[in-house]
């Protein structure tokens, strides 16, 4: 059973989780890929791991983007418990902790080099946008977004 909790970026669970994460983005994208500099943990408030049978084995975090909108970061999950729907349990807890802090869209990006991830963002209600912020010139960057609905 995978059991979800909140915590933020102290979480020393999350910083091991974070760490494999950017191994693994290094493979895929070299350790110099334009978007590694967005990988900061610094001061994230909002962070879920997902604990199965008491082991972390996969993270998420959002941050405030705007006044409408979170941004959505640092979706991990280990590849030893991959195809077991613990990211869209990530993402789910995620987008509720969202609408608690009365946002009506997440956003996020994640890179060309990760086709499971948009698969499961599409899979998941989000689309594809226009790339954002500091993102707009990176050429591999793809970016969603997903308006969340009133929880019933």
């Given at each position: 059973m995978i059991k979800?909790?909140?915590?933020?970026?102290?979480?020393?669970?999350?910083?091991?989780?974070?760490l494999l994460l950017n191994s693994d983005l290094s493979k895929r994208d070299g350790t110099a890929h334009a978007l590694s500099h967005?990988?900061?943990?610094?001061?994230?408030?909002?962070v879920v791991l997902a604990l199965k049978e008491g082991k972390p084995v996969g993270c998420g975090a959002?941050?405030?983007y705007d006044s409408t909108s979170t941004e959505i970061k640092r979706m991990y999950v280990?590849?030893?418990?991959?195809?077991q729907r613990?990211?869209?349990?990530i993402l789910t807890e995620l987008e509720d902790?969202?609408?608690?802090?009365?946002?009506?869209?997440?956003?996020?990006?994640?890179g060309s080099k990760q086709p499971e991830a948009s698969r499961l963002y599409q899979r998941?209600?989000?689309?594809?946008?226009?790339?954002?912020?500091?993102?707009?010139?990176?050429?591999?960057?793809?970016?969603f977004a997903n308006y969340l609905n009133p929880k019933k």
């Open positions: 979800i909790i909140r915590t933020n970026s102290e979480n020393s669970a999350f910083k091991k989780l974070v967005f990988n900061a943990i610094t001061d994230l408030k909002y959002i941050s405030i280990s590849p030893e418990v991959r195809g613990i990211a869209e349990k902790w969202s609408r608690e802090l009365e946002r009506t869209k997440c956003i996020l990006f994640t998941n209600g989000y689309s594809p946008i226009e790339k954002y912020g500091q993102l707009k010139d990176i050429v591999d960057c793809l970016c």
